[in-house]
């Protein structure tokens, strides 16, 4: 697909050129063993002298109600220059969100996104840019890392991509809690995958796009939310709240909300569909513990700990100060070992120490010496670890400290699953931009749990709660039951055992009338606990809870493709076959279904934004080359000043008629438009702002309305 042919560096925000990377025959960089590679912004044109384009805002409009986050993603792209663009981002999104929408707008033009096969969302995409229309497709690469590739936007175009999904907000410990993650970090990458092509060093500037969240929350009771990751209150209305943030990419988007000093939502939502035939159950149980002493067995603790070269700085504060509380944490007849892993691995001792005064010194002066820098072997880590023999009659607990850096999820996947017998696994995630992706898949597949640390005060307080985890009984042996009811494609089929103190999430179809029991039994301790629910006693919400359906697909998805569980080993279908008729049926984006959306307008003249079933394949005849360097921009706005003083080439610039001067907004917004007259110009020309407000802005020359050259400017 063109998207995907040898890519050129934008770097800088405003292009002067663009170099050819000739010497790579593919976009997978070789690197060396310290250098982590960083996905983000790539462009390429056909005339290297007219670039001048950026991403300019992400718009996220979300809201909450009770449990469920309905989040609209509107990302907005400004052709500034006079050559026809193609290019591609590479985003971030929530690990649980079931993406089901996508449409386009160019120039008031809506046009809605189809779900296709990815060959044949591709074959589109190409079939389009080679007739030289604007279009989009959304692919996956990881359930968490998204690429969007354009195609042919012209001089002047400002191109709006929306996305539309869902998610399940889960409590642990009575909190809830809604991540919008804004960076995908470096990835360590052995293979070379296309998405991670591109340098660290050559990334678009983030500090000149535009991040804008909106979050409301209805809860429906009595609200408590804090944003965790950012300075922003929230404004509360009666049991609802509501946050507004302007900033640019960088920390994820953390909020935390309890209710009712910390009541959970258990119970049941129901989703009954008329046209499609099909009902929708989510149910969220959870069993009030009894109070029953519980006798902690020995344990022995294998540390793994990340000091690779994406974890410098913060993250490896982070870390060494959470290892220390986990350490310091241990009881007396534990036993603990670290391996810390970046490009190889070094190990604390050849075997398990007690947990001891001289043990523990020795480790935290380990620790303390201990720099981050080198590429991030993680299964080298892991399999050292497997490697090594345990002690007799000790509870192996395998706990690994990490950013999440790699692309080698599914891998660490499997190798868990195939040693489970061997130990359980807790993840716990350093940084403000954390992989969550292999962070909480660690933990699902391993049977513990994953933590998130995004600074050394939270160090602590996580430390603390996984010592209460481990050391206090876990709901194990549990066992799902129906009554009464006629239900199928139950998902999960099986559920793990649990730590902390959230209720269990349970998906499924039913067939109508929604009457009947849902229940668990499970082992507490020394006692048995159960819990039953009536579907009786909710109410069928099919304007509410449409979401359900989603939810849905997304975790039987989830668990196939993210964790290759299948959901029936019976089933004649392939995996990938299975999740592609599910992407198909319920529009949602997977690893083997994209987005794709096509402005055939420009060729059918109807102006509606229809997509024609075929596209011809001829090319557009319009002349958008100019001239570059007609502009320069002298020196720094403040916004005392409210100059802006510009030179012009006289040289080339004057064999031009009826030129003009256009101040534009980063929205594409013209503020204001004058004549030049050639008798008056002089070496430097200064242009009042009329009291602009700060901010990134452009000054563009025109003649007879055909942009010239554009300079970006600053007001500060």
Aim: with cysteine; glycine share 6%.
């Amino acid at each position: 697909m063109k998207s995907k042919k040898p890519f050129f560096n934008f770097k800088n925000y405003f292009l002067t050129h663009l170099i050819l990377l000739l010497t790579f025959p593919s976009i997978a960089f070789a690197q060396s063993d310290d250098v982590t590679e960083c996905p983000y912004f790539t462009v390429f044109s056909d005339d290297s002298t007219g670039v001048a384009f950026s991403l300019l805002s992400t718009n996220v409009d979300a809201t909450i109600s009770g449990v469920i986050a309905n989040v609209i993603v509107e990302q907005t792209y400004f052709n500034a220059g006079d050559s026809i663009i193609d290019a591609t981002y590479v985003f971030p999104m929530s690990t649980n969100a079931a993406i089901y929408a996508m449409e386009m707008v160019i120039d008031d033009r809506v046009v809605k996104a189809e779900i296709r096969r990815n060959a044949e969302a591709e074959e589109i995409f190409d079939s389009a840019n080679e007739a030289g229309l604007t279009a989009t497709l959304l692919e996956q690469e990881r359930p968490n890392v998204f690429q969007m590739s354009l195609a042919n936007i012209y001089p002047g175009d400002s191109l709006k991509v929306r996305m539309v999904y869902t998610e399940l907000l889960v409590p642990s410990e009575g909190v809830y809690q809604f991540v919008f993650p804004n960076i995908v970090g470096p990835r360590f990458t052995a293979n070379g995958e296309p998405w991670v092509a591109q340098s660290i060093n050559d990334f678009f500037p983030v500090s000149e796009t535009e991040l804008n969240i909106r979050l409301k929350i209805n809860a429906g009771m009595q609200l408590h939310a804090v944003c965790k990751s950012h300075n922003a209150p929230f404004d509360y209305q009666g049991r609802s709240g509501e946050i507004i943030l302007n900033t640019t990419p960088g920390d994820d988007f953390i909020v935390d909300y309890t209710l009712d000093d910390n009541h959970i939502n258990t119970g049941l939502l129901l989703y009954e569909s008329e046209n499609e035939e099909e009902n929708f159950f989510l149910s969220m149980i959870q069993p009030a513990k009894p109070e029953v002493e519980f006798n902690s067995p020995p344990r022995e603790y294998i540390f793994i700990m990340d000091v690779s070269g994406s974890m410098k700085g913060e993250p490896i504060e982070i870390s060494k100060r959470l290892i220390t509380d986990l350490l310091t944490n241990l009881n007396s007849g534990d036993k603990f070992n670290i391996i810390f892993f970046a490009g190889g691995s070094s190990i604390l001792s050849p075997h398990s120490l007690d947990v001891s005064l001289k043990s523990l010194s020795e480790a935290l002066e380990m620790i303390d010496n201990i720099n981050a820098g080198g590429s991030t072997r993680l299964l080298s880590a892991m399999q050292t670890a497997l490697d090594m023999e345990g002690t007799a009659d000790y509870s192996r607990t395998f706990v690994i400290l990490t950013d999440g850096y790699v692309t080698v999820e599914k891998e660490a996947y499997e190798l868990i699953r195939q040693n489970l017998n061997e130990a359980n696994f807790f993840s716990f995630g350093i940084g403000s931009s954390m992989n969550r992706f292999i962070i909480e898949g660690i933990a699902y597949v391993g049977e513990g749990e994953a933590f998130a640390v995004t600074n050394q005060v939270d160090a602590n307080e996580m430390a603390n709660t996984f010592k209460r985890y481990i050391e206090h009984p876990v709901l194990t042996n549990i066992e799902l039951f129906f009554e009464g009811i006629d239900v199928y494609d139950v998902e999960p089929l099986t559920i793990p055992d649990v730590f902390a103190e959230r209720p269990i999430i349970v998906y499924g179809k039913y067939h109508t009338p929604a009457e009947g029991n849902i229940g668990i039994v499970g082992d507490y301790a020394n006692g048995n606990i159960s819990e039953t629910l009536s579907f009786s006693d909710y109410r069928v919400n099919a304007a509410d809870n449409i979401a359900l359906k989603y939810l849905w697909a997304r975790k039987k998805i989830k668990l196939m493709s993210d964790y290759g569980i299948a959901s029936d080993e019976t089933d004649e279908l392939s995996l990938e076959e299975e999740i592609t008729q599910l992407g198909l049926k319920y529009s949602l984006i997977t690893n083997y279904t994209s987005f794709v959306a096509v402005d055939s307008s420009a060729l059918s003249g109807n102006g509606s934004g229809e997509e024609d079933d075929e596209f011809p394949l001829v090319g557009l005849e319009d002349d958008f080359s100019a001239e570059k360097g007609l502009i320069e921009v002298m020196g720094t706005i403040t916004g005392a000043e409210q100059t802006l003083r510009i030179k012009l080439d006289e040289f080339n610039v004057f064999k031009y008629q009826n030129l003009s001067l256009q101040i534009t907004s980063v929205n594409g917004h013209i503020i204001s438009q004058q004549k030049i007259n050639v008798d008056d110009v002089e070496d430097i020309l200064s242009i009042s702002l009329g009291g602009i407000s700060s901010g990134m802005y452009f000054i563009s020359i025109l003649s007879d309305s055909q942009i010239l050259d554009t300079q970006k400017f600053v007001i500060r």
